[in-house]
């Protein structure tokens, strides 16, 4: 069985191909509802239709870029001519309608922008202010949004239940079954009139509605779990400023003239027009598929709406929202493209696939031995062109078997199985901080046999201060509220750099009270300059800002050009890795606040305080600045060398609670734990000691030296390597590369920033960060760490296995189910030339193990234990041989139990002579089989512990599945008799049944113990 699904039903769980997911489509067969089957599945023509939308706007874009160039040349002394504002815009205080904003954006139109005054005229006309923003009084807003819209785009109506009840009765198998039921209304009425005729029909007829209206609400059920999942995936927040304070804003809340500030990995929440901004590089792929950055300035101001900002930084006017995007309307193409489906979801159609077909098989030789049987007699009796109303009743009793085997037999419920173990899963993960993206992620995560994590913010808390300094050549400990002693021009130096060299910024919030935009280790230095009696506004205003050069995790430093007051010249400040930035130095400040050359001991001293601080586990940052003689163009990248060193500050970001313990538990799980880290080696090194990752055993290298090794090295070295510091994205991508590739391990990585996208993409599970995360990170990953924690990366690896785990334990359940339900009326067909279990109790017991035993199985919460199992890989075997033994053993005992019934029953219960021991017996036998599959529900709970009991009060969901299937059985033998073929039992006989099927569980226990098997 596993050759055969390897073969034919293998599936990547990230980036499948079209040719991939229509494949093993085309490989699927004896499908009894396609609807339900393939309703949580991409939705490929759907797909399809987003990329030609894809094409369009690439096309419209590469023409309206072209027309735009030609129009730059005769737009001087144009003026607005054609253009009238339409009455309502005007009422409400616009001069300008959401369609001439659209068609400026999507034609790029630069000609139609220089006719309304640019960037700074049509923020004139959406009555807003460039460095106020818009006023946030609620009727004005009330009226942009009445006038311009919202920025949501159309989504696809969520399903009713109703629909989920038509769906579910797409069952082809449950279609034939109302047919037969239809016809045996028809002969039994006109045969044994009212009511008495009606029974056998009716009783299909009401074992069709409950299963349709108990699929169709475990379905509901499910969509609605999807639905609240897809909400939180959209939570995205900008920075916006509005009545002139600086904010985080939901993107679904931007209106036309709301000022947004865009940094590197952000996405573009709306159409827009650049106002001001350095640098800024727009990549367009997910809108038009071309991989080439858009260079955005003055000339190209336009931004368009779902974008990513791959570097630089700027201020944007939002001029169009929602379904005015081309973004929006791709948008609502995509989302119904659907999830690709998991691997486990194809493989366990495989699974359908092939049981279906030897179903298909059983089903039509039991239906041809039935049918013989009716032959045979009427040959005997030579009637055999004589039919009355009970042969046809007869013969359509035994079609109704046959299909009724063919709905037993095809496990349509093990791919939804593991949808609904996926959902609860997801459901469960969010609520331990976790945001699962894509399914498979969730699946793929319990494989996982390598994870490798940043340090900053991750492994440690990411709230960071400045607790050491070296300025001026001397270090000191930095104390809050306690002042220096710096003498004055280093001071001065330092707070230029501190203010002007940042991607933060200080501000005053609605209340008054002064807060700190910006990454952590920002907030840490202009902290730091705070504290050193520095004013933030006012340095800003001193010096004028030329050009910046964002922080680039190649490069490993961020770098400004200011313009000096005065007629200063021009200054480059530059800060970032402390042995790279000192690298760059050949000057600088001493004690007593004087430059001086930076010569080899001065040099050696400023290392070994970089190694100091470092080997204390802080993260250390240099700062520097040289003068500029011959000025800078913009395209100039600033100089990298000939640098003053100011100084070197030491960061405190501790450990996180816990992380060490987490760690633990990951080796013990057979997962390897490796840090990969921007910082200096030392600090690296310190960390991962306290976090439990650096053993003696292990490596620790820097991403230099890993990228120059030749691959015979890389071979020997990665599987040693366990921290590596100094490392480029690129050093974090060939190392997953190789671990995945070479070493065939399911790698999980974390990411944050813009550049680890590539790694994210390549790994198995892409986990990015939720706080620190930019929205390029969180585009590229699988799941979203929402605290940032690297215990919640390990309790999603824990909630992987468990996914795993209960697929397994749903398919033993009802792989056996299968087995024992075919050959019992296969057999029985053959020997007795009588199905023992009818159409009705065939049904019953399909929904016992479809639908209600998926619910009871599929969502039981993890345990401590998995993670004490190595993990499955990624050659696993799914049916595994321990899953074999448990079917096997089961399946055994059932044939023995219901043979030995139809052999010996009547004798045993003292049947004989009896006018109903026939239908008696009969009833013994179903309800025996009914209590079997009961009492292996609960031996399934676990597939190796032979005490099964254990936690089972803690699962509501188990215990009420269970329990409303015993109260239904009860029903149905003493009270529903007449529908389903039974009779009321005696309470010796009741207790019998019970007994028989609780026996499975000790058989169960034996099997585990005497059979021992390598899991």
């Known amino acids: 069985m596993e050759n055969l699904l390897s073969e034919n039903w293998n599936f990547e769980s990230k980036h499948a191909t079209a040719e991939a997911l229509q494949r093993w489509r085309d490989r699927c067969s004896v499908v009894k509802n396609p609807k339900r089957r393939f309703r949580f599945t991409a939705n490929i023509p759907k797909r399809n239709e987003a990329s030609e939308m894809r094409k369009t706007n690439k096309e419209k874009l590469r023409i309206a870029v072209l027309v735009s160039k030609a129009a730059i040349h005769f737009v001087k002394g144009v003026h607005l001519t054609d253009y009238s504002v339409p009455k309502e815009v005007e009422a409400a205080g616009f001069q300008i309608c959401a369609d001439e904003l659209a068609s400026i954006a999507e034609g790029h139109d630069v000609k139609k922008l220089k006719t309304h005054g640019g960037a700074h005229g049509i923020a004139a006309k959406l009555a807003t202010s460039p460095t106020t923003g818009l006023p946030t009084g609620a009727d004005a807003l009330n009226r942009r949004q009445q006038i311009y819209g919202i920025n949501k785009f159309e989504e696809v109506q969520s399903r009713s239940f109703w629909l989920f009840v038509y769906e579910a009765l797409h069952d082809m198998t449950l279609m034939i079954l109302a047919v037969c039921a239809f016809f045996s209304l028809i002969v039994g009425i006109a045969t044994e009139g009212w009511p008495s005729g009606a029974h056998d029909g009716l009783g299909i007829v009401a074992s069709i509605l409950l299963v349709v209206f108990v699929t169709a609400t475990s379905d509901y059920r499910q969509s609605l779990q999807f639905k609240d999942l897809d909400k939180e995936k959209k939570k995205i927040s900008i920075q916006v400023t509005r009545n002139g304070y600086r904010q985080k804003l939901s993107i679904y809340e931007l209106l036309p003239g709301d000022i947004v500030h865009l940094a590197i990995g952000d996405q573009v929440p709306a ?225 230029q750099s501190i203010f002007n060299n940042t991607a933060g910024e200080v501000v005053v919030n609605e209340e008054g009270k002064r807060e700190i935009l910006g990454t952590p280790t920002e907030t840490a230095i202009l902290e730091f300059g705070l504290s050193l009696g520095g004013d933030f506004h006012m340095e800003r205003n001193t010096c004028k800002l030329v050009k910046i050069e964002p922080f680039n995790s190649t490069k490993k430093r961020m770098g400004v050009v200011l313009e000096l007051p005065d007629q200063g010249g021009l200054r480059a400040h530059t800060k970032g890795a402390s042995e790279i930035v000192l690298a760059a130095c050949d000057k600088a400040i001493d004690s007593n606040g004087e430059v001086v050359p930076l010569d080899d001991a001065s040099r050696d001293y400023l290392t070994e305080t970089i190694d100091q601080f470092a080997n204390e586990a802080l993260r250390t940052l240099c700062l520097a600045y040289t003068d500029l003689e011959n000025g800078v163009s913009a395209d100039e990248a600033i100089p990298s060398s000939g640098f003053t060193c100011i100084g070197i500050v030491g960061i405190k970001d501790p450990v996180r609670p816990g992380v060490r313990e987490s760690v633990a538990l990951c080796r013990s799980a057979g997962v390897t734990v490796r840090m990969v880290t921007g910082d200096n080696i030392n600090t690296a090194k310190a960390i991962a000691r306290e976090c439990g990752i650096l053993t003696d055993d292990g490596i620790a290298i820097e991403g230099p030296v890993f990228r120059e090794m030749s691959l015979e090295q890389l071979q020997e070295v990665i599987p040693k390597i366990q921290v590596m510091a100094r490392s480029s994205p690129l050093d974090k991508h060939t190392l997953v590369k190789h671990l995945r590739t070479t070493f065939n391990e399911v ?77 019992v009326n296969f057999s029985s067909a053959c020997l007795t030339g009588s199905a023992p279990l009818t159409a009705v109790q065939l049904l019953w017991v399909n929904m016992i193990m479809d639908t209600l035993g998926a619910l009871a199985l599929a969502t039981e919460p993890p345990n401590e234990a998995l993670m004490t199992k190595t993990p499955v890989g990624r050659k696993g075997n799914f049916i595994s041989a321990v899953m074999w033994r448990n079917i096997l053993g089961q399946s055994l005992y059932q044939f023995f139990v219901i043979w030995f019934l139809q052999a010996y029953g009547e004798s045993v219960f003292k049947l004989n002579g009896s006018s109903n021991s026939g239908l008696i017996l009969n009833t013994i036998i179903f309800n025996t089989f009914v209590f079997c599959q009961l009492f292996n529900e609960v031996n399934s709970r676990d597939m190796e512990k032979i005490n099964v009991l254990e936690g089972i009060l803690g699962n509501n969901v188990f215990v009420t599945v269970l329990g409303s299937t015993v109260v239904f059985q009860i029903v149905i033998i003493e009270y529903l008799g007449t529908f389903a073929n039974t009779i009321p039992l005696t309470l010796v006989q009741w207790f019998v049944c019970v007994f028989i099927g609780f026996l499975s569980m000790p058989i169960a226990a034996g099997v585990k113990k005497y059979i021992p098997m390598d899991s």
């Open 271 to 495: 159409d827009g027009l650049f106002l001001e901004g350095f640098s800024v590089l727009i990549d367009e792929s997910s809108l038009t598929g071309e991989s080439e950055p858009v260079i955005i300035s003055d000339e190209n101001p336009f931004l368009l709406s779902g974008t990513k900002v791959q570097d630089g930084s700027c201020k944007m006017l939002v001029t169009n929202v929602g379904m005015r995007t081309q973004w929006g309307k791709l948008m609502a193409t995509l989302t119904e493209g659907g999830d690709d489906e998991t691997p486990l979801q194809v493989k366990l159609n495989g699974v359908a696939t092939v049981i279906g077909k030897i179903g298909l098989f059983f089903a039509i030789v039991t239906f041809a031995v039935l049918v013989q049987k009716i032959f045979i007699r009427k040959l005997q009796d030579g009637t055999t062109l004589i039919w009355s109303g009970d042969d046809a009743l007869e013969l359509l009793e035994y079609f109704a078997v046959a299909v009724t085997i063919v709905v037993v037999a095809v496990p349509e419920g093990l791919p939804l199985a593991v949808t609904l173990s996926l959902a609860f899963a997801m459901k469960k993960m969010m609520n331990d901080k976790a945001l699962v993206r894509h399914l498979a992620a969730c699946e793929t995560m319990g494989s996982a046999t390598s994870i490798c994590s940043d340090k900053t913010g991750t492994l440690t808390t990411n709230h960071m201060t400045v607790v050491k300094s070296c300025i001026g050549m001397t270090v000191s400990d930095v104390v809050p509220g306690q002042q220096q002693q710096l003498p004055g021009p280093a001071v001065e130096v330092l707070l």
């Open 747 to 823: 790698v999980a990585v974390t990411g944050d920033g813009t550049n680890d996208a590539p790694a994210l993409h390549e790994a198995d599970i892409g986990l990015a960060m939720g706080i620190a995360g930019t929205e390029v990170a969180k585009e590229s990953a699988d799941v979203i760490i929402l605290d940032d924690n690297f215990s919640t990366i390990v309790t999603v690896a824990k909630w992987g296995r468990s996914v795993y785990v209960n697929i397994q334990k749903f398919v033993q359940f009802q792989l056996t189910v299968n087995i024992v339900a075919l050959v």
